[in-house]
């Protein structure tokens, strides 16, 4: 059973500081990693994507995969109110995703 | 428009009732796929087409009948669920090129279904 694991949280942290998502997944044939964004009652909505190892940086969002350890992370750096929600891995090839997890940041 | 746009957003039914999801995407892709949404479990992928045809089944039961007409259509044609099938059922759209299925997803705003 290929899964993709995400600590459901709640996670939460002040204004400003560094929220820290982690998920991990099981099939080595995974080939693409997405970090989406679902607030309440919306549809998730794409925030990063990432391919190959290492880390990518778009904003205050840095994406980082490491494929030997089946790990792929979002750091949300001076996070906002607004950046409260619940956040999804999702681990292609089938496009599997995690249960999520949500963040809630306090002013 | 522009994107995926789901209808309808909110859909109450019987059990007995007959009913179908529709989707459509305006942003050329050539996959589509459903996921279902229940409280507190991940996202289920349930079906993907690609160039309209059927790629993946996601062992879903038979009373949810898929259908894609061309590759901007999808359809979810649903009867004689459960009261467990009450859930949010997503629409979803990329650009995908068999072998290679890189192509993040593009969501639809999501078809609130209860069945009574």
């Known amino acids: 059973q290929k899964e993709v694991e995400q600590n459901s949280g709640p996670l939460s942290v002040p204004e400003g500081a560094i929220a820290s998502l982690n998920c991990t997944y099981s099939?080595?044939?995974?080939?693409?990693f997405f970090w989406y964004r679902q607030y309440s009652g919306k549809s998730p909505e794409l925030i990063m994507s990432?391919?190959?190892?290492g880390d990518k940086e778009d904003g205050r969002f840095t994406a980082q995969l490491n494929k030997a350890s089946q790990y792929v992370s979002l750091l949300i750096r001076d996070s906002q109110p607004s950046d409260s929600a619940t956040y999804l891995c999702a681990v292609r090839v089938d496009m599997r995703f995690g249960a999520g997890t949500r963040l809630t940041v306090k002013p | 428009e522009t994107g995926v746009t789901q209808t309808p957003r909110h859909l109450v039914m019987g059990m007995t009732n007959k009913k179908s999801l529709k989707c459509e995407q305006h942003l050329g892709h050539n996959a589509m796929y459903w996921y279902k949404q229940s409280a507190k479990k991940p996202l289920e992928l349930m079906f993907v087409y690609n160039f309209k045809e059927q790629t993946e089944n996601n062992s879903v039961p038979s009373r949810f009948s898929p259908e894609c007409p061309n590759s901007s259509h999808l359809f979810l044609h649903l009867h004689t669920l459960q009261p467990e099938d009450s859930a949010l059922y997503l629409c979803a759209s990329s650009q995908d090129r068999p072998p290679s299925f890189t192509g993040e997803l593009f969501f639809g705003e999501g078809s609130r279904l209860t069945v009574l």
């Open positions: 990432i391919y190959s190892n």
């Open positions: 099939d080595r044939g995974s080939q693409s």
